[in-house]
């Protein structure tokens, strides 16, 4: 199975400043489609988990602008500019690129 | 109005039974691919079972197989999980979630296998 490593597992971070999650994948998720199936999730706390980013760098309906997903092959970011105290929660990863799907471990953004 | 509605959670002693159920309304449900994933307490998410559209293929997590079958119901909407064998590490909730992709999340049930 492809393992996914994100980091960090905490970020505490300061209202209004800019927060980072990586996310690397233990093979490359580029489809023969050409396609790369890695998506991003949030949960905030006492909810269930909610798909933010799509094929890497695409947000769904609703998301806001400060959530943007980058990167290729192995390597992927989840970056939000401006962090607000809605954004509090755990945020994963997820591959769909190979058989079976796997998640990230996941981060814990708070409110420092 | 996409909607994923989970039940069938519960108390449990080990090696008891669950059918958990997911109905599935706004949207083709034949046309998508299901899926479970659970959440044990404080830790992250894991894939359980997914089924393809007309319920030809599954696949399960190594931890579940021969325990648990996911089936489906197109007629009804419907999206099953028949848990046999629990144990304490199957305590967790469980969603549903929509597509290969996972763009849609019902709001999960409660599993507990305790003595």
């Known amino acids: 199975d492809v393992v996914m490593t994100q980091s960090p597992l905490s970020l505490p971070v300061t209202l209004g400043q800019p927060a980072s999650i990586s996310c690397r994948s233990s093979q490359s998720l580029v489809y023969s489609d050409g396609n790369t199936y890695l998506n991003w999730f949030q949960q905030r706390p006492g909810q269930s988990p909610r798909r933010l980013i799509y094929?890497?760098?695409n947000r769904e309906s609703g998301v806001p602008d400060r959530f943007s997903g980058s990167g290729s092959g192995t390597d992927f970011t989840l970056k939000i500019s401006r962090v607000e105290a809605e954004d509090v929660g755990d945020y994963y990863c997820m591959q769909g690129t190979h058989w079976p799907l796997t998640f990230g471990g996941g981060t814990k953004v708070e409110i420092k | 109005e996409v909607q994923l509605v989970e039940s069938g959670g519960g108390l449990v002693q080990p090696g008891g039974s669950l059918r958990l159920s997911c109905a599935a309304s706004g949207f083709t449900f034949t046309n998508s691919w299901m899926n479970w994933v659970r959440q044990a307490p404080g830790k992250g998410l894991e894939r359980v079972a997914n089924i393809k559209q007309d319920g030809s293929e599954k696949s399960y997590v190594d931890s579940v197989e021969g325990r648990f079958t996911i089936s489906r119901d197109n007629a009804k909407n419907s999206l099953y999980l028949q848990m046999n064998s629990l144990r304490a590490e199957d305590t967790a909730v469980y969603y549903c979630?929509?597509?290969?992709?996972?763009?849609?999340w019902g709001k999960g049930t409660t599993v507990i296998v305790s003595s």
């Open positions: 094929k890497v760098s």
């Open positions: 979630a929509k597509g290969r992709g996972l763009d849609v």
